[in-house]
């Protein structure tokens, strides 16, 4: 579904994608872990056009969106969901404005069509007590969940996940978790999630990819990645405290 | 980017984009009239003290309602405008978008399909265009107040001569050429506050860079601007 084709990236000087060639399934759960600062989030970045490589190219289904532009672009686009990693709520509008701008936006609903499908989106990721707040009246896990309500109103082929655990206490992070599981159960969205928390991407990832020095150094299940060889891998998992192959356990069911 | 926000204005008259642009219009002009109050005032004073005080050596001190006057619809009713929007309002502009930048809502916007430059600097653009030769307006009527104040109080000359006397020399183009004035500033101070707002980088500092620059850049253009306009059509 999604492609990358010997991509390469250079920013400020430095190679932050060297040559890398992976493909996305259509409905699977795929995780890119590494350190921060490998480029993880620029990797996510190409797929829907914010970066462009220097060199290779990002097919997305049979459209080649490095090269899309104008009409295509958008078209592209629309598949798409982004979860960004503070909500990138607009600080003007209520929750429920934010969650409900892509339908006023690039639809002709009805506006009681709008405000229920807002509703409903809002009840799925448990803000409906918070729809009339503004983005700077809730806490950072608050946004997060009215970024990805906003992500999938308009019901995504594909949902992209910037860093969605990172700097959220362990519960709501399990929250977050829980619901981009649900997204792939339930409607069989395809996900993407950028993350550098092992457990997480171990819990809801179908594959894992590991980021390290502009290349991807592992790219397997979570079962094989835990028993990967790769000392990148194995300092990644010692880092955060899975040293072993079954000290995880898959925690969603 | 200015081009494109004017070949978008269509989309400013529907629902959402009367209500945005509206807001601006409060946020650019009805917000600033407290300041552009004061500042018009006290700078048709100055004129009318700083002229009035070499009149009066002439006996010619009725003579301040022209030059307030002319002065205030030519130069320095646009010009007083156009450098209290650069800094209240092109500052804000800036540093809002800025800070979009950074947030990513920016690239969000552009994930949702939703062009930036339509959603956020076509408002922009219509309410500077309407509110800057509105307030340049405004500035021009206080500072003739102004100056009718001190050539009542210190130069003794009374309300009735003042009035007379400015409405003696001054034209119709006087005025026009005041307001089309107003008019570019307004397009300018949009342009520039918005081009370096999407430009920022380097998160909160880059914030108060584009900000400061969105500023002198302003500033620069309106003085430059200004000077070419009187050039062209005087």
């Known amino acids: 579904m999604i492609k990358f084709e010997h991509v390469s990236k250079n920013l400020a000087g430095n190679t932050v994608l060297d040559d890398i060639s992976f493909e996305i399934k259509k409905g699977e759960t795929f995780c890119i872990v590494g350190p921060s600062g490998v480029g993880k989030s620029v990797t996510l970045k190409h797929m829907v056009r914010l970066l462009t490589p220097d060199e290779g190219q990002v097919l997305v289904g049979d ?8 009409h295509e672009l958008e078209k592209i686009r629309e598949r798409f969901g982004f979860l960004f990693q503070g909500g990138a709520l607009l600080a003007w509008l209520s929750v429920k404005e934010n969650v409900a701008l892509p339908l006023r936006e690039k639809t002709s609903m009805e506006e009681k069509d709008i405000q229920d499908r807002v509703t409903e989106t809002l009840q799925k990721v448990g803000l409906e007590n918070a729809m009339d707040k503004f983005p700077s009246e809730i806490s950072g896990g608050m946004r997060k969940r009215a970024g990805l309500a906003r992500a999938i109103i ?7 996940y910037d860093e969605p655990t990172s700097g959220l206490d362990p519960v709501t992070s399990r929250t977050i978790d829980l619901l981009i599981e649900q997204m792939r159960t339930g409607t069989g969205v395809t996900s993407v999630v950028v993350t550098h ?6 819990s809801i990832g179908t594959r894992i990819a590991m980021l390290h020095g502009g290349k991807i150094v592992e790219l397997c299940a979570p079962a094989e990645f835990v028993n990967s060889q790769s000392p990148e891998v194995q300092s990644f998992l010692e880092s955060q405290f899975i040293t072993k192959a079954g000290s995880w356990e898959r925690n969603i069911k | 980017m200015l081009a494109h926000a004017f070949a978008s204005v269509r989309f400013a008259f529907d629902k959402r984009g009367r209500r945005e642009v509206l807001s601006q219009m409060f946020t650019s002009g009805i917000k600033s009239l407290g300041v552009i109050t004061v500042v018009a005032v006290f700078t048709g004073m100055i004129l009318a003290l700083q002229t009035g005080i070499e009149l009066r050596r ?21 010009f007083m405008t156009g450098l209290i929007l650069a800094a209240c309002v092109g500052s804000a502009i800036a540093a809002q978008l800025g800070t979009m930048v950074v947030s990513e809502e920016i690239a969000a916007l552009e994930i949702m399909s939703i062009d930036p430059v339509r959603f956020l600097v076509t408002p922009r653009l219509i309410a500077m265009c309407i509110m800057t030769p509105m307030l340049s307006f405004y500035t021009c009527v206080m500072g003739l107040i102004g100056g009718g104040i001190v050539g009542a109080t210190q130069l003794g000359v009374s309300w009735t001569a003042y009035m007379d006397n400015a409405t003696k020399y001054a034209v119709v183009k006087d005025l026009n ?13 949009t342009t520039v506050a918005c081009h370096e707002g999407f430009s920022t980088s380097q ?18 253009l309106i003085l430059i601007a200004g000077y070419f306009v009187t050039r062209l059509l005087y």
């Open chain 1, 63 to 70: 459209s080649a969106v490095s090269s899309a532009a104008g």
């Open chain 1, 154 to 160: 308009r019901n995504p082929e594909i949902v992209l």
């Open chain 1, 197 to 202: 928390d092992l457990h997480s991407a171990l």
């Open chain 2, 58 to 78: 002439f006996n010619q001190e009725v003579n301040i309602g022209t030059a307030v006057m002319i002065s205030m619809l030519r130069e320095m009713g646009p």
């Open chain 2, 177 to 189: 050429v005041g307001l089309f004035k107003a008019l570019l500033f307004g397009i300018i101070i």
């Open chain 2, 203 to 220: 998160g909160a500092v880059g914030v108060g860079l584009a900000t400061r620059k969105s500023v002198i850049v302003s500033f620069l």
